[in-house]
């Protein structure tokens, strides 16, 4: 199975921080720090395992509303392209 890739499109932006997903962290507020940073509005980011884990999450760290919304990239089937074409085998 390929490693998963997603693209994160940020509608309203705020600084925040990545962590791990490991354990049950997140609901504590706890987990080891993989980025900090400022999301901006209208920004999109390619993420894929070299970038963050397909488990994490994000902890807002501003005042201001974080809305973002991630979409898996998923690899076409080999015979995608056939089925598009209206071919079958």
């Known amino acids: 199975m390929p490693a998963a890739r997603w693209v994160t499109v940020v509608r309203s932006g705020a600084?925040?921080?990545s962590?791990?997903?490991?354990?049950?962290g997140h609901r504590?507020?706890?987990g080891q720090r993989i980025?900090?940073?400022?999301?901006?509005s209208g920004?999109?980011?390619h993420n894929g395992p070299d970038v963050l884990p397909l488990r994490h999450f994000v902890r807002n760290l501003?005042?201001?509303?974080l809305v973002m919304a991630a979409v898996?990239?998923?690899a076409a089937r080999p015979d995608a392209a056939n089925v598009e074409k209206?071919?079958?085998e």
Do not use: F, P
């Open 15 to 17: 600084r925040a921080e």
């Open 19 to 24: 962590l791990d997903g490991h354990g049950h």
């Open 28 to 30: 504590h507020g706890r």
């Open 35 to 40: 980025r900090l940073g400022t999301l901006a």
């Open 43 to 45: 920004q999109g980011v």
């Open 62 to 65: 501003s005042g201001q509303t």
């Open 72 to 74: 898996e990239l998923r």
């Open 86 to 88: 209206g071919k079958s």
